[in-house]
Protein backbone atom coordinates (compact mmCIF):
# COMPACT_ATOMS: atom_id res chain seq x y z
CA UNK A 1 0.00 0.00 0.00
CA UNK A 2 1.22 3.45 -1.14
CA UNK A 3 1.89 5.87 1.51
CA UNK A 4 1.15 9.29 1.29
CA UNK A 5 2.96 12.46 2.84
CA UNK A 6 1.53 15.88 1.43
CA UNK A 7 3.14 18.93 1.95
CA UNK A 8 0.04 21.36 1.66
CA UNK A 9 1.56 24.92 0.42
CA UNK A 10 -0.84 26.99 2.14
CA UNK A 11 -1.95 30.86 0.72
CA UNK A 12 -4.28 32.75 2.57
CA UNK A 13 -5.02 35.99 0.83
CA UNK A 14 -7.66 38.33 2.47
CA UNK A 15 -10.96 39.44 0.29
CA UNK A 16 -11.31 43.01 -0.17
CA UNK A 17 -13.48 45.01 -2.60
CA UNK A 18 -11.77 44.34 -5.70
CA UNK A 19 -11.87 45.21 -9.17
CA UNK A 20 -11.16 43.07 -12.63
CA UNK A 21 -9.38 44.58 -15.51
CA UNK A 22 -8.46 42.40 -18.50
CA UNK A 23 -5.81 42.88 -20.35
CA UNK A 24 -3.66 41.12 -23.26
CA UNK A 25 0.10 40.62 -23.23
CA UNK A 26 1.80 40.58 -26.28
CA UNK A 27 5.73 40.22 -27.64
CA UNK A 28 7.16 44.14 -27.77
CA UNK A 29 9.21 43.00 -31.15
CA UNK A 30 6.69 40.42 -32.89
CA UNK A 31 3.57 41.49 -31.05
CA UNK A 32 2.66 37.78 -30.90
CA UNK A 33 0.53 37.16 -27.72
CA UNK A 34 2.04 35.52 -24.69
CA UNK A 35 0.76 32.43 -23.06
CA UNK A 36 2.06 31.96 -19.55
CA UNK A 37 3.03 35.47 -18.18
CA UNK A 38 2.94 35.53 -14.73
CA UNK A 39 0.58 38.46 -13.53
CA UNK A 40 1.28 39.02 -9.93
CA UNK A 41 -0.12 41.94 -7.64
CA UNK A 42 2.63 42.78 -5.25
CA UNK A 43 -0.19 44.60 -3.20
CA UNK A 44 -2.64 42.12 -2.30
CA UNK A 45 -0.44 38.62 -3.21
CA UNK A 46 -3.25 37.61 -6.03
CA UNK A 47 -2.03 36.27 -9.06
CA UNK A 48 -3.12 34.61 -12.38
CA UNK A 49 -1.15 33.40 -15.85
CA UNK A 50 -2.15 34.82 -19.12
CA UNK A 51 -4.25 32.44 -21.55
CA UNK A 52 -3.00 30.92 -24.90
CA UNK A 53 -4.85 34.45 -26.52
CA UNK A 54 -2.24 36.40 -24.17
CA UNK A 55 -5.22 37.36 -21.62
CA UNK A 56 -5.27 37.56 -18.40
CA UNK A 57 -7.38 39.23 -15.52
CA UNK A 58 -5.64 41.72 -13.23
CA UNK A 59 -7.88 41.90 -9.40
CA UNK A 60 -6.81 45.10 -7.70
CA UNK A 61 -8.40 47.21 -4.59
CA UNK A 62 -6.59 50.31 -5.28
CA UNK A 63 -5.21 52.06 -8.62
CA UNK A 64 -2.00 52.38 -6.26
CA UNK A 65 -1.29 48.61 -6.82
CA UNK A 66 1.61 47.34 -7.84
CA UNK A 67 1.64 45.03 -10.80
CA UNK A 68 4.07 42.46 -11.60
CA UNK A 69 4.91 40.59 -15.12
CA UNK A 70 6.84 37.98 -15.05
CA UNK A 71 7.75 35.23 -17.78
CA UNK A 72 11.43 34.06 -18.53
CA UNK A 73 12.81 35.48 -21.29
CA UNK A 74 11.49 38.19 -20.72
CA UNK A 75 12.41 41.41 -18.81
CA UNK A 76 10.22 41.38 -15.79
CA UNK A 77 8.38 44.64 -15.70
CA UNK A 78 6.61 45.99 -11.94
CA UNK A 79 3.92 49.07 -13.10
CA UNK A 80 1.44 50.63 -11.10
CA UNK A 81 -2.30 49.27 -11.64
CA UNK A 82 -3.07 53.39 -12.59
CA UNK A 83 -0.58 53.05 -15.62
CA UNK A 84 -1.98 49.75 -16.93
CA UNK A 85 -5.50 51.37 -16.84
CA UNK A 86 -4.34 54.63 -18.44
CA UNK A 87 -3.05 52.88 -21.21
CA UNK A 88 -5.23 51.17 -22.95
CA UNK A 89 -3.39 49.33 -25.68
CA UNK A 90 -1.71 45.69 -25.31
CA UNK A 91 0.75 45.04 -22.84
CA UNK A 92 4.22 44.48 -23.54
CA UNK A 93 6.81 42.81 -22.35
CA UNK A 94 10.50 42.69 -23.93
CA UNK A 95 12.61 40.09 -24.80
CA UNK A 96 15.62 39.05 -22.48
CA UNK A 97 18.13 39.70 -25.31
CA UNK A 98 21.10 37.64 -23.32
CA UNK A 99 18.10 34.64 -22.28
CA UNK A 100 19.36 31.11 -23.89
CA UNK A 101 17.57 28.98 -26.00
CA UNK A 102 14.23 27.63 -25.11
CA UNK A 103 13.62 24.30 -23.24
CA UNK A 104 12.49 21.87 -25.78
CA UNK A 105 9.27 19.34 -23.56
CA UNK A 106 8.93 16.44 -25.03
CA UNK A 107 6.27 13.85 -22.97
CA UNK A 108 7.00 11.10 -22.53
CA UNK A 109 10.30 10.40 -25.32
CA UNK A 110 14.05 9.42 -24.76
CA UNK A 111 16.88 11.17 -25.07
CA UNK A 112 20.31 9.99 -25.90
CA UNK A 113 22.76 10.49 -23.47
CA UNK A 114 26.41 9.81 -22.34
CA UNK A 115 25.38 9.42 -18.61
CA UNK A 116 22.08 9.02 -16.58
CA UNK A 117 21.43 9.95 -13.25
CA UNK A 118 18.61 8.83 -10.42
CA UNK A 119 19.32 9.17 -6.76
CA UNK A 120 20.05 5.50 -5.49
CA UNK A 121 16.72 3.58 -4.35
CA UNK A 122 15.71 0.85 -2.72
CA UNK A 123 11.66 1.43 -2.35
CA UNK A 124 10.07 4.83 -3.76
CA UNK A 125 6.70 6.26 -2.62
CA UNK A 126 4.70 8.72 -3.51
CA UNK A 127 4.21 12.43 -2.20
CA UNK A 128 1.86 15.09 -2.67
CA UNK A 129 2.14 18.62 -3.42
CA UNK A 130 -0.70 21.17 -2.89
CA UNK A 131 -1.12 24.88 -3.98
CA UNK A 132 -2.66 27.51 -6.53
CA UNK A 133 0.99 27.38 -7.93
CA UNK A 134 3.40 25.43 -5.65
CA UNK A 135 7.08 25.31 -6.41
CA UNK A 136 9.62 22.29 -4.89
CA UNK A 137 13.58 21.82 -4.92
CA UNK A 138 15.34 19.18 -3.73
CA UNK A 139 19.17 19.43 -3.61
CA UNK A 140 21.79 17.39 -6.05
CA UNK A 141 25.45 16.92 -5.35
CA UNK A 142 26.79 17.05 -9.41
CA UNK A 143 29.71 13.79 -9.45
CA UNK A 144 28.43 11.55 -12.37
CA UNK A 145 30.69 13.25 -15.04
CA UNK A 146 33.33 16.10 -15.48
CA UNK A 147 33.17 17.84 -18.79
CA UNK A 148 29.53 17.43 -19.48
CA UNK A 149 26.42 18.92 -20.11
CA UNK A 150 22.72 18.71 -19.24
CA UNK A 151 20.59 17.82 -21.97
CA UNK A 152 16.87 16.73 -20.01
CA UNK A 153 15.57 15.86 -16.92
CA UNK A 154 12.38 13.31 -16.19
CA UNK A 155 9.89 13.31 -13.46
CA UNK A 156 7.92 10.75 -12.31
CA UNK A 157 4.72 11.47 -11.06
CA UNK A 158 0.86 10.48 -10.59
CA UNK A 159 -1.14 13.01 -11.91
CA UNK A 160 -4.48 11.23 -11.67
CA UNK A 161 -5.61 13.84 -8.81
CA UNK A 162 -6.15 16.52 -10.98
CA UNK A 163 -9.93 17.16 -11.81
CA UNK A 164 -11.45 17.64 -15.05
CA UNK A 165 -11.95 21.25 -15.01
CA UNK A 166 -8.15 22.19 -14.08
CA UNK A 167 -5.67 23.69 -16.70
CA UNK A 168 -2.46 22.89 -14.92
CA UNK A 169 0.77 22.98 -16.54
CA UNK A 170 4.55 22.05 -15.20
CA UNK A 171 7.98 23.78 -15.94
CA UNK A 172 11.22 22.76 -14.55
CA UNK A 173 13.86 24.22 -12.26
CA UNK A 174 17.39 23.73 -12.21
CA UNK A 175 18.83 26.59 -8.97
CA UNK A 176 22.58 27.04 -8.58
CA UNK A 177 23.54 26.85 -4.68
CA UNK A 178 22.59 30.44 -4.32
CA UNK A 179 18.81 29.51 -5.68
CA UNK A 180 19.52 31.43 -9.23
CA UNK A 181 18.20 30.01 -11.80
CA UNK A 182 19.64 27.75 -14.59
CA UNK A 183 17.33 27.56 -17.44
CA UNK A 184 16.00 30.53 -18.89
CA UNK A 185 12.35 29.08 -20.56
CA UNK A 186 8.79 30.32 -21.11
CA UNK A 187 7.63 27.13 -21.89
CA UNK A 188 5.58 24.90 -20.20
CA UNK A 189 4.07 21.30 -20.50
CA UNK A 190 0.04 20.72 -19.76
CA UNK A 191 -0.40 18.02 -17.34
CA UNK A 192 -3.45 15.78 -17.93
CA UNK A 193 -5.37 13.19 -15.75
CA UNK A 194 -3.33 9.99 -15.15
CA UNK A 195 0.07 11.31 -16.91
CA UNK A 196 3.38 10.02 -15.82
CA UNK A 197 7.19 10.06 -16.70
CA UNK A 198 7.19 13.29 -18.33
CA UNK A 199 10.78 14.22 -19.99
CA UNK A 200 12.22 17.59 -20.46
CA UNK A 201 15.06 18.20 -23.20
CA UNK A 202 17.29 21.29 -22.91
CA UNK A 203 19.40 19.94 -25.70
CA UNK A 204 19.29 23.41 -26.96
CA UNK A 205 21.03 25.09 -24.09
CA UNK A 206 24.62 25.01 -22.36
CA UNK A 207 24.02 24.14 -19.06
CA UNK A 208 27.37 22.65 -17.64
CA UNK A 209 27.60 22.12 -13.96
CA UNK A 210 30.67 22.04 -11.93
CA UNK A 211 31.64 18.43 -10.74
CA UNK A 212 31.53 18.54 -6.64
CA UNK A 213 29.20 21.81 -6.86
CA UNK A 214 25.71 21.26 -5.01
CA UNK A 215 22.66 22.38 -7.00
CA UNK A 216 18.87 21.96 -6.86
CA UNK A 217 16.50 20.79 -9.16
CA UNK A 218 12.34 20.99 -9.17
CA UNK A 219 9.88 21.75 -10.66
CA UNK A 220 6.83 24.54 -10.42
CA UNK A 221 2.88 23.61 -10.99
CA UNK A 222 0.60 26.74 -11.68
CA UNK A 223 -3.33 26.44 -12.05
CA UNK A 224 -4.43 28.43 -14.40
CA UNK A 225 -7.98 27.98 -12.77
CA UNK A 226 -6.58 29.88 -9.63
CA UNK A 227 -7.36 27.02 -7.87
CA UNK A 228 -5.75 24.78 -5.51
CA UNK A 229 -4.31 21.82 -7.44
CA UNK A 230 -2.83 18.59 -5.81
CA UNK A 231 0.07 16.51 -7.43
CA UNK A 232 1.90 13.19 -6.60
CA UNK A 233 5.13 12.32 -7.78
CA UNK A 234 8.08 9.38 -6.34
CA UNK A 235 10.41 10.34 -3.96
CA UNK A 236 13.10 7.92 -2.23
CA UNK A 237 14.92 7.79 1.38
CA UNK A 238 18.11 9.98 1.66
CA UNK A 239 19.16 11.34 5.01
CA UNK A 240 21.45 14.06 3.15
CA UNK A 241 19.07 16.05 1.19
CA UNK A 242 17.68 19.23 1.63
CA UNK A 243 14.15 20.02 0.13
CA UNK A 244 12.99 23.45 0.08
CA UNK A 245 9.19 25.00 -0.91
CA UNK A 246 7.71 27.72 -2.11
CA UNK A 247 4.02 28.51 -1.92
CA UNK A 248 4.20 31.20 -4.86
CA UNK A 249 6.44 32.04 -7.64
CA UNK A 250 7.12 35.27 -5.74
CA UNK A 251 7.86 33.85 -2.58
CA UNK A 252 11.13 32.98 -0.58
CA UNK A 253 12.41 29.24 -1.06
CA UNK A 254 11.52 27.62 2.41
CA UNK A 255 13.46 24.50 3.70
CA UNK A 256 11.25 21.30 5.14
CA UNK A 257 13.43 19.91 7.88
CA UNK A 258 14.06 16.48 8.62
CA UNK A 259 11.91 15.20 5.85
CA UNK A 260 14.88 12.73 4.91
CA UNK A 261 13.83 12.63 0.79
CA UNK A 262 14.62 13.29 -2.46
CA UNK A 263 12.60 13.52 -5.37
CA UNK A 264 13.22 10.19 -8.02
CA UNK A 265 14.24 11.76 -11.24
CA UNK A 266 16.46 11.41 -14.03
CA UNK A 267 19.10 13.66 -15.38
CA UNK A 268 20.88 13.15 -18.71
CA UNK A 269 24.19 14.25 -19.34
CA UNK A 270 26.17 14.89 -23.10
CA UNK A 271 30.11 14.80 -22.93
CA UNK A 272 31.14 18.40 -24.38
Not at 8 to 13: A, M, P, S
Not at 145 to 163: F, H, P, V
Not at 230 to 245: A, C, E, G, P, S
Request: glycine content about 2%; aromatic content about 12%.
Amino acid sequence: MRLFLFFVILLNVSVFAQTTKSIVIKDSLTHQVLENVLVYNLTTKEFNYSNSDGQADLSYDDEENDIQFYLPGYAQVVVSMKNIIENESAFLLNPWTESLEEVVLIGDAELKSDYVYAPPSKKKRYIGISGKSPSISFSYLHKICANCRLIGMKIYLDSSTIEQEDEVDIRPIILDENFKSLIVSSNTLPLLQNQRNILISFIDEDITLEQGEKYYVGWEFMNKKNSNVRLRFQVVKNKNNDIYVRSEPNNYWVPVDDANLSLYYELYFKEN
